[in-house]
């Protein structure tokens, strides 16, 4: 008897622990990792709106050279917000941490501008201080780290 007559499991699925009668392939999220996926969907909920309320602040991180830097601060703001977005929805979830990851990436000579810069002038801070513009840097590193956990999906036992 074949197995695509009732037989037994389906080929793709045989022998996959977890995957027997009744149980999906997908392992389910846990409690901890949903609150940090909801956290970091939030993070860049936030993160995107800014965008819109202080354009004005954002467009002084835009590395020279880029065009219109009211423009770039809009379209990171959006990008942002469809990265929360992509994180909150469930089925789109790692999608959401690939893209957050990537967007990261591609924000990070905005920071590497501001500190070339010595901060923002007229800002207080830490806006201002050249030496947070710097140690903001590397904190990049773990925030990227974070949507890439999101991005692979939960770690399976061995």
Known sequence: MRADE???????????????????AR??????RRASRLALAGLMLV???GHFLATGTYALLIPRGLGDPR????????????????????R????????????LVAVFPGNVQMALDG???????????????WLRLPLQ?????W??????GPRTPE
Do not use: K, M, N
């Open 147 to 152: 949507a890439l956990s999101h991005a692979r």
């Open 6 to 24: 009732g037989g037994g499991e389906a080929p793709a699925l045989a022998g996959r622990p977890g995957t027997g009668a009744g149980q999906s």
């Open 47 to 49: 993160a995107g709106t």
């Open 27 to 32: 392992r389910a999220e846990t409690p901890r």
């Open 92 to 103: 789109t979830r790692r999608l959401g941490g690939w893209c957050t990851a990537a967007l």
């Open 119 to 133: 901060g923002l002038d007229g800002h207080g801070w830490p806006l201002g201080s050249p030496v947070a513009a």
């Open 71 to 90: 423009a770039v601060v809009l379209a990171s703001g959006v990008a942002e917000i469809a990265c929360g977005v992509l994180l909150v929805v469930p």
């Open 141 to 145: 590193v773990p925030l990227v780290l």
